[in-house]
């Protein structure tokens, strides 16, 4: 459907009686004539039903390209899935209405046609083009070694979408979609992890290929290897000056405690040792309740 604006003049009515009689009419007109009367899509004026969210969960930020996304001062048509920020699950997700206005080119025709698209197909599409009618309910868990030729499917690097009420437009997304996500992102990132394990095994141009993507895997099961050294901050122990990492709750050198709480948490310090020290010993019992299975990292293995 053609859409255009038509320049109405707002005295087009009025009568020639007299001067309060050309002021009524002009009144009058005012109130049903505006300068400016769209007569394209109706679809244009349609209040959505629901919003679609699109969702990042992974630290890497995700710019998508799309001609319908509104163009931003700076980013123009470009989806931004941004990562989660420090102690948060999500990044801030981008919405997009049920229902988008697309334009539509017209050979022959200065005029200029909309056709309203559904939110869900869009979101989709963004994710993953090559599966237009799905979502992350429908996409299929594959094995690690299947995921290198997966193309743009950005449901393996932790990204979804959902559809909910404007009502609930702050409310989180459902747990299973956060749950399946994450499954699918840690396959991609054991992935990663085994392929940069075999470059660094080649010569000098396959350890070139060792990138952004594959350290972001490393870094994110926490492990180090040739190709991704983690360095952690050290802090010098107030007592003897050994330098242990700003995470110790008691030094490996002198036995000074830095957190009581956190010792008895991680088992570094017992609770005789606690209560030795002052602490009421159902204090401390409770605290080490919640005992790791492992010492803290700054504790040596005998």
């Not at 255009?4 to 005012?30: C, F, H, L, Y």
């Not at 769209?38 to 992974?58: C, E, I, Q």
């Not at 036995?255 to 609770?271: C, F, P, S």
């Not at 204090?283 to 299975?293: F, N, Y």
Request: charged share 25%; aromatic share 8%.
């Amino acid at each position: 459907m053609g859409s255009r604006g038509i320049n109405v003049p707002v005295n087009a009515s009025i009568s020639m009686g007299t001067k309060k009689a050309q002021k009524g009419e002009q009144i009058k007109n005012d109130e049903h004539n505006d300068l400016f009367i769209f007569t394209g899509d109706a679809n244009l004026r349609h209040v959505p039903k629901y919003f679609v969210r699109m969702w990042n969960l992974s630290s890497i930020e995700q710019r998508i390209e799309r001609p319908w996304v509104m163009p931003g001062t700076l980013r123009g048509k470009v989806i931004v899935l941004p990562p989660p920020e420090k102690g948060e699950r999500l990044g801030t997700p981008f919405i997009i209405p049920d229902i988008v206005q697309m334009a539509i080119d017209q050979a022959g025709n200065w005029e200029l046609g909309t056709r309203g698209v559904d939110g869900k197909f869009l979101a989709q599409d963004a994710l993953n083009p090559e599966e237009p009618r799905g979502s992350w309910k429908t996409i299929r868990k594959k094995l690690s070694a299947n995921l290198e030729n997966e193309g743009t499917n950005l449901y393996h690097w932790g990204c979804f979408w959902d559809a909910t009420r404007s009502t609930d437009l702050d409310q989180q997304p459902p747990e299973d979609a956060i749950k399946a996500t994450i499954e699918r992102m840690e396959d991609n990132y054991n992935r990663l992890i085994d392929e940069a394990q075999m470059f660094s095994l080649g010569d000098a141009a396959a350890q070139k290929q060792i990138g952004y993507t594959h350290r972001t895997a490393a870094n994110y099961f926490g492990r180090s290897f040739t190709w991704n050294i983690r360095y952690e901050r050290q802090n010098p122990c107030p007592n003897c000056g050994t330098a242990l990492p700003a995470t110790a709750s008691r030094c490996y050198q002198c036995k000074r405690v830095m957190n009581l709480e956190q010792a008895l948490r991680e088992g570094t310090i017992t609770i005789a040792e606690a209560t030795a020290s002052g602490m009421i010993q159902g204090q401390a019992e409770a605290m080490a309740k919640g005992k790791k299975s492992r010492k803290a990292a700054a504790t040596p293995t005998p």
